[in-house]
């Protein structure tokens, strides 16, 4: 399986890209390097896939074969919440409400984690009533 998305993915087919780096960063099929992870990632983000763009958001947030990066966490999350990713929307939200890499901002926060809970994110919908929406 690595070897056809590695032959996809080097063709520059966004989805391959990034289930080549679901297979680094979860060590299935070739061992876990978190870098390639992020290098193949990076590859489909740059081409707009918006679950890719999520999952650079979340390296860069831990700091996971990348340094830590808030700053960057934000603007990948925001690229794919723009195109309507529910868990990136909610994330962007949390970071909106914490001030991670982004100036707090309450109407912000709850803007886009509103709109992850319309799409039905769990998390979303708990958040907003902990906050009394």
């Known amino acids: 399986m690595v070897y ?9 087919f966004a989805k391959a890209q990034y289930n ?4 680094y960063n979860d060590g299935d099929g070739v061992p876990q390097d978190y870098q390639q992870a992020v290098y193949w990632f990076r590859k489909a983000s740059e081409q707009g896939f918006a679950r890719a763009q999520y999952s650079l958001a979340r390296r860069y947030a831990n700091g996971e074969g990348v340094q830590k990066d808030l700053e960057q966490a934000v603007s990948w999350y925001r690229k794919a919440a723009e195109q309507g990713d529910a868990r990136s929307q909610y994330a962007l939200g949390f ?30 919908k708990k958040a907003l009533k902990a906050l009394g929406y």
């Open 20 to 23: 080549l780096a679901l297979c």
């Open 95 to 124: 970071c909106y409400y914490n001030g991670w890499g982004v100036s707090k901002d309450y109407q912000q926060a709850v803007y886009w984690t509103r709109k992850a809970a319309e799409q039905g994110e769990e998390d979303a």
């Open 4 to 12: 056809w998305f590695r032959k996809a993915a080097e063709q520059g």
